[in-house]
């Protein structure tokens, strides 16, 4: 019993992982209608520069502010560039230039960091919380930044104008256009937003997982699997699912199906939520109309 | 006089002892009295280019040897492609390298299903697989695949070593291991339970994991849980540090055996917490760049100074760079012994007499032997324990 | 074919013959990689180009395809041509299952789906229940095959002779089917998949079907190309695999049969000058080499051909 305990809460704390990223994955579905292959690379990236940064000596929290920062323009970046020409093409285009920019980001990490792998700070204790022996700080942390994020969207989206602006631009951009919204500045808003989402993400994951240029390579597929339980387009879902899809691939993998087949955990519920219930447990079901 | 006489007497020894001295030159393709091509394949792209690294070291190492007048006079051409850890591209990469570039030989391929994939054609072809860069056991068979050779200690008796250890300190011990699942991560447990023959019950629980998961704490938890006084940690260098740290976390006090590819301070200790790494048992052939207790050493001076000269940009922390420098040392020194008798033929011959040859990079005692039937240069290492600062070395050099 | 056309095809073919004459062994060898390549390209073109439905983990079913091969070979002794209907037939199979719970998915879940089956296949081909069979993590060494008959040809040249047949077979059914009613349809569900429907067209299983021909396609690709590697092993098939296929069919020409083949020279030859320049970061040369082609060139070599083509007709007639 203990040792299921323990792995259930072991695989909160990789939840909590997930979760955060998924909710970059989910930020970004919402303000554009795309899936960011991209997404995790991004945040990868990001971290980097907050690793350079704090190599450079600035303190944690400076750090981090300027890298939240350097990220939202880095997305809108992205957006205005390599995105904005492909706005109106067919899906298979966005979806190779997500696959160009993944590549193109990881390569270039690579070139610029090297691939050894660097410790990156935690800006909490290092000491267990109450002296447990389950959980560390930093990803009790960790997971409290997550939801302070999540709320944070939910009031961003929820009351401010702009907010609303941004869901109008993504749901219905002919209609927000007449009652002038600037459509194309929202999408770059919300691919900046998700950025930076995504670069909290990254400063969060790597005290865990240590950084490396490859390091979301296996976190944006379960990542992918949480936003999708969740319902894609419902950031609380993803959190959610965050956490279901952590504690199910270690309860899975230690006591079901063994450690080898845990991918296929996500492969599985990728393809199981796809196909049984697309809008996940809390999404919001369309219908397409002729 | 006596000046003219010394050089004239070692002349005459010289010829007397061996008549090859005075023999024609006699090259293969990819040897020419200018120089020697050298072809080598590397992942520097995919999921394995953190080992791209070793490729360009030797590059770099090839690039100073070259500026020093090269070997015997001839210069090495050093011809390195990507293969992205790819069989099939390696494939692709070796046969252009053979039959194309015309290289003398292939040297360092990198990763065992690579070399598994060239493995025949480099043996029908008969063209050196040399100083291959992988630890599978397989490399040292010259009975049946006489152009091919290793490098480094082989990982089963890496492994074995750490089971005869744990049967003369701890007979009873309940033993958790934890392994990458593939070939490395396999042929290191396969040592293991052939070290510990007819102990091999002792092993509690086995746990593998993939490159792909995010983490290995939901292992450890599972070790851990198992009951284990020991833990073997079969693991490469990110996940090794994320064991060493959970396992601490966790409270588990284990005697906690690491295999060598993660023994390094700094990119592996470090961390995962130099307090948290107090206590763990390794084997050690080369120097640790990052241990302190070579911060004087000539060679690893040497190495310091090769980096910063020649290869800047490559990492002062990473132990793939004084690998592929110890590497590339020895097969200069094989070329070196080959003299002008550059045939292929030849070039295995050399690299199968090597003589108690020690690199700048290696630890002190560890030599390198081969001969006709041995195809495995470097046989022994020795027991480190780490004492929260530095590799502490015990116990006498092991192996052959 | 108009007399042009005909007229081309024959030059291209006698070239193709004659090359294995003119080249060495290991260039034969590359050509014949090209050979495998375009039939695998033309499999995810028939889906992705044609169908519109996107798969970033055909790389699963190259893999599929060249294990089948292998297993057959090793394990059962088969000959080696015996083993494609096999690998074709399983592929299909597979694919045709695999399209059964994508048909529900449009567009970017697709995407999102067959990515994870990109992702994840590797750890089941090392799964230690299937081990007997796939030699786990070692992978299956596998026998080049010796030219029957007593024929004068390398094994390197024969194995070329013998793809390009395959191949030539291959696109030839690919032409008569996708130029035909199937791929009047088969665009017909890409561009208006509602209307499509009301038309009569049985969306849902032309959409399942043309999933497992394109798996048929790429799965025999897999088989021909682990007999001229005469190697598998779970690190061939790595997601890298299907990432290429993906920017093969970008750069030779969505929805375009012979854009396959300029995919295929691409994806084989391309990475190799992209080495020789730079060992910095060479997947982010093909990154934006792959964005520059969604922009200026969005219909691929093969459109850009086309293009050049008409304008210097017209010009012609100009005059």
């Known amino acids: 019993m203990e040792a299921f305990l323990h792995q259930v809460l072991a695989g909160l704390a990789t939840g909590g992982i997930y979760a955060s990223v998924a909710l970059a994955l989910v930020m970004i579905y919402q303000a554009t209608h795309h899936l960011n292959f991209a997404q995790g690379e991004m945040a990868m990236f990001s971290t980097y520069i907050a690793w350079s940064l704090i190599s450079a000596g600035l303190p944690y929290w400076a750090a981090f502010a300027l890298t939240v920062v350097f990220a939202f323009i880095l997305g809108v970046v992205i957006e205005r560039v390599v995105i904005r020409p492909v706005e109106n093409a067919p899906v298979l285009a966005v979806v190779v230039v997500f696959i160009a920019l993944l590549v193109i980001l990881n390569s270039v990490t690579g070139w610029i960091y090297t691939y050894t792998i660097k410790t990156f700070p935690s800006p909490f204790p290092a000491q267990p919380l109450f002296g447990n022996k389950y959980v560390s700080s930093h990803e009790l942390g960790a997971i409290g930044v997550t939801l302070a994020v999540l709320l944070l969207l939910y009031g961003f989206f929820r009351y401010t104008p702009l907010g609303l602006a941004m869901r109008a631009a993504a749901q219905n951009p002919d209609s927000s256009r007449l009652v002038g919204i600037r459509v194309g500045w929202m999408l770059a808003l919300g691919w900046g937003l998700a950025a930076a989402i995504g670069s909290v993400a990254g400063m969060m994951v790597a005290p865990i997982v240590y950084l490396d240029p490859n390091m979301m390579g296996g976190i944006l597929l379960y990542a992918f699997a949480a936003a999708l339980v969740g319902g894609i387009d419902n950031p609380g879902g993803a959190v959610f699912g965050g956490f279901l899809v952590g504690v199910l691939e270690n309860v899975l993998g230690a006591f079901v199906i063994g450690n080898e087949l845990k991918l296929a955990v996500a492969l599985v519920l990728i393809i199981g939520v796809l196909v049984v219930r697309p809008s996940g447990f809390f999404g919001k079901v369309y219908v397409t109309r002729v | 006089m006596k000046r003219m006489l010394v050089p004239a007497a070692a002349l005459l020894c010289a010829a007397l002892a061996s008549p090859a001295a005075f023999a024609q030159k006699k090259y293969d393709p990819g040897a020419t009295d200018t120089e020697i091509k050298v072809g080598n394949t590397n992942p520097y792209s995919g999921p394995a280019s953190a080992y791209g690294t070793i490729g360009k070291t030797i590059g770099a190492y090839f690039k100073m040897i070259n500026e020093q007048g090269g070997i015997n006079g001839r210069k090495i051409n050093y011809i390195s492609y990507d293969d992205g850890y790819s069989p099939p591209k390696t494939v692709e990469m070796v046969r252009k390298l053979v039959e194309q570039d015309q290289v003398l030989l292939v040297f360092q391929p990198l990763g065992t299903p690579s070399n598994t994939a060239i493995h025949k054609y480099m043996n029908s072809k008969k063209v050196p697989q040399l100083f291959v860069a992988t630890g599978a056991t397989k490399w040292n068979d010259p009975k049946n695949h006489p152009w091919t050779m290793g490098w480094q200690p082989n990982y089963q008796t890496e492994a074995r070593i750490y089971a005869q250890h744990i049967l003369k300190t701890k007979p009873n011990a309940k033993i958790a291991v934890l392994y990458q699942n593939d070939d490395y991560g396999k042929d290191y447990l396969k040592g293991f339970k052939d070290g510990l023959g007819a102990k091999a019950s002792l092993i509690v629980k086995e746990v593998s994991y993939e490159v792909t998961d995010p983490t290995v704490d939901s292992q450890i938890v599972q070790l851990q849980s198992s009951g284990a006084d020991v833990f073997f940690n079969i693991t490469t260098p990110k996940f090794a540090a994320q064991a060493i740290r959970k396992a601490y976390d966790t409270g588990w006090k284990p005697l906690h055996y690491v295999n060598n590819v993660s023994a390094s301070v700094g990119s592996v200790l470090t961390p995962a917490g130099l307090e948290k790494s107090v206590g763990l048992i390794t084997t050690q052939y080369g120097k640790d760049p990052t241990d302190p207790t070579w911060k004087d050493d000539p060679g690893m001076k040497k190495w310091a100074e090769f980096m910063k000269k020649y290869y800047p940009e490559g990492s002062l922390i990473d132990a793939s760079n004084v690998y592929g420098y110890g590497v590339a040392q020895t097969l200069v020194q094989v070329l070196k012994q080959a003299g002008d008798n550059l045939t292929r033929e030849n070039v295995m011959k050399q690299a199968a007499s090597l003589k108690n040859f020690e690199t700048d990079t290696g630890l002190p005692g560890i030599k390198l032997n081969t001969t006709a039937d041995d195809y495995a240069p470097i046989e022994s290492v020795q027991l480190s324990r780490f004492d929260g600062k530095t590799w502490v070395r015990f116990g006498e050099v092991m192996g052959k | ?319």
């Open chain 3, 1 to 319: 074919m108009s007399r042009r056309q005909r007229i081309v095809f024959a030059v291209v073919l006698a070239l193709a013959c004659a090359l294995p004459f003119l080249v060495s062994n290991y260039r034969t060898f590359q050509f014949t990689l090209v050979l495998v390549y375009a039939i695998a390209l033309l499999g995810l073109n028939i889906l992705t180009g044609y169908n519109g439905q996107i798969s970033l983990g055909h790389g699963a079913f190259y893999a599929i395809g060249a294990y089948s091969a292998a297993i057959l070979m090793d394990r059962f002794g088969v000959p080696y041509w015996a083993t494609l209907p096999v690998a074709g037939a399983v592929c299909l199979v597979a694919g045709f299952l695999f399209g059964l719970p994508a048909l529900r998915l449009e567009g970017l879940y697709l995407a999102l789906a067959t990515f994870a089956l990109g992702v994840s296949l590797p750890q089941l081909l090392k799964y230690h229940h299937f081990e007997k069979w796939t030699g786990g993590v070692q992978g299956i060494v596998i026998t080049k095959p010796d030219p029957p008959f007593g024929l004068a040809l390398s094994q390197d040249q024969w194995l070329y002779f013998f793809t390009l047949v395959v191949a030539l077979g291959l696109f030839w059914l690919a032409r008569n089917l996708l130029r035909g009613r199937v791929g009047r349809a088969l665009m017909a569900i890409r561009d208006h998949p509602i209307a499509a429907e009301a038309m009569g067209i049985h969306t849902a299983m032309v959409k399942s079907i043309t999933f497992g021909v394109s798996a048929m396609y790429t799965g025999i690709a897999g088989a021909l190309g682990a007999i001229a590697v005469q190697f598998v092993a779970p690190d061939s098939f790595n997601i890298f695999l299907s990432i290429t296929f993906l920017i093969g069919i970008v750069i030779g020409g969505l929805a375009s049969i012979t854009g396959a083949l300029y995919g295929a020279l691409f994806i084989q030859f391309v990475p190799n000058i992209a080495d020789e320049l730079s060992k910095a970061a060479p997947w982010a040369i093909f990154g934006v080499v792959l964005i520059g082609f969604v922009y200026l060139l969005p219909a691929g070599v093969a459109g850009g051909i086309r293009m050049a083509l008409a304008r210097w007709r017209a010009k012609r007639q100009n005059i």
